[in-house]
Antibody, heavy 122, light 111 residues
Framework: QLQLQESGPGLVKPSETLSLTCTVS??????????WGWIRQPPGKGLEWIGS???????YYNPSLKSRVTISVDTSKNQFSLKLSSVTAADTAVYYC??????????????WGQGTLVTVSS | QSVLTQPPSASGTPGQRVTISCSGS????????VNWYQQLPGTAPKLLIY???QRPSGVPDRFSGSKSGTSASLAISGLQSEDEADYYC????????????FGGGTKLTVL
């Protein structure tokens, strides 16, 4: 059974780059069945998709974040990572990683990691 | 403002049936399947319904989903106190090279 765990700094300074890693266990990140995604949730607000990546490196990004986002995959470590540049207080959120089914008209996230709170503050 | 529109709140008494709506457009719900997530207080979201009306293993059959045109609905029958949570709809959107869109979420209160 797949399990995902986010890790990374809980505090990032404004204008710097937020970096998080998601470690996948219970399965291979190189599986042809899955994409791997990042979703965030500002405190007290709703969910926002950030982007998704396939093990081959193919990516989809949220158009509103695309200029600041890079998602990469490390198959040797069974991990994928998120970098978000030039952060502001508006990027303060709980960041979730998730396994993603993305095929044709179908796209869903399951399972999710437990989430990690990242605060942007000086 | 979210691309998919949900009512911000819903409520019901134990045993009742409640529905939560999700409205989109031809580029998202109209072209792709809808998924629903349940987020209990202080926890990560959990997949509740996928591909419009499919329940993952372990999800009670009290939960059901449907889609018609550019709208979708989540129905919860036999409402229980543990169903009190936030519910989000989501779908793939074919515009702008493709991306995922979420609804703003509906907070369900069990009275």
């Amino acid at each position: 059974q797949l399990q995902l765990q986010e890790s990374g700094p809980g505090l990032v300074k404004p204008s710097e780059t937020l970096s998080l890693t998601c470690t996948v266990s219970g399965g291979s990140i190189s599986s042809s069945s899955y994409y791997w995604g990042w979703i965030r949730q500002p405190p007290g607000k709703g969910l926002e998709w950030i982007g998704s990546i396939y093990y081959s490196g193919s990516t989809y990004y949220n158009p509103s974040l695309k200029s600041r986002v890079t998602i990469s995959v490390d198959t040797s470590k069974n991990q994928f990572s998120l970098k978000l540049s030039s952060v502001t207080a508006a990027d303060t959120a709980v960041y979730y990683c998730a396994s993603t089914i993305l095929t044709g008209p179908h796209n869903w996230f399951d399972p999710w990691g437990q989430g990690t709170l990242v605060t942007v503050s000086s | 403002q979210s691309v998919l529109t949900q009512p911000p709140s819903a409520s019901g008494t134990p045993g009742q049936r409640v529905t939560i709506s999700c409205s989109g457009s031809s580029s998202n719900i109209g072209s792709n399947t809808v998924n629903w997530y349940q987020q209990l207080p202080g926890t990560a979201p959990k997949l509740l319904i996928y591909s419009n009306n499919q329940r993952p293993s372990g999800v009670p059959d009290r939960f059901s989903g449907s889609k018609s045109g550019t709208s979708a609905s989540l129905a919860i029958s036999g409402l229980q106190s543990e169903d009190e949570a936030d519910y989000y709809c989501a779908a793939w959107d074919d515009s702008l090279n493709g991306h995922v869109v979420f609804g703003g979420g509906t907070k369900l209160t069990v009275l």
